[in-house]
């Protein structure tokens, strides 16, 4: 069980610096990208598989530790939220559920004569669908929650303290 954790933490931190690598970020930032992205699908891994919480709910806490954590080491590496918690996020993008979308939109539009096999790809369309929408809907909302909660705090990591 503790292994399954760390193996899916260290998979997300090894994503996470893949993505965190395109928009390239200064490399202070991609021990933070890591830890962010390790310690945020894991949370979502351990909610999913031992608490009973279904993806969107975990997808939501695990943004949600992913955003207040960019808020905290952003100060330490000197870099905004978005730096790190936008590739850190990434890992956690259901692809699964939006493959699944676009094909059975294709498989669909291929069965457009066939009443039975239309109704059960658009079923599986719009179910998996929602399910991809919700996600990443609840993964923007939890990263962005604690830059709304303290506006002051996340648009000064980049700035020098003014000394009195």
Do not use: W
């Amino acid at each position: 069980m503790i292994v399954d954790i760390i193996l899916d933490g260290f998979f997300a931190a090894l994503a996470g610096i893949g993505f965190g690598s395109i928009s390239d970020p200064p490399l202070r930032a991609f021990k933070m990208i890591a830890i962010l992205a390790a310690i945020g699908h894991a949370l979502r891994f351990s909610l999913m598989s031992f608490s009973g919480f279904d993806i969107s709910t975990a997808s939501f806490f695990g943004a949600l530790v992913i955003g207040f954590g960019s808020l905290l080491l952003g100060k330490k590496v000197y870099c905004p939220m978005t730096v790190l918690y936008i590739p850190a996020l990434l890992p956690m993008i259901p692809g699964r559920y939006a493959y699944n979308t676009v094909f059975s939109l294709i498989m669909l539009m291929q069965s457009l004569n066939d009443p039975e096999k239309l109704h059960n790809y658009l079923e599986k369309m719009v179910s998996n669908g929602l399910v991809t929408v919700t996600v990443i809907f609840l993964l923007a909302v939890g990263a962005t929650l604690p830059m709304m909660l303290f506006p002051h705090k996340a648009f000064s990591l980049t700035r020098h303290e003014q000394k009195s």
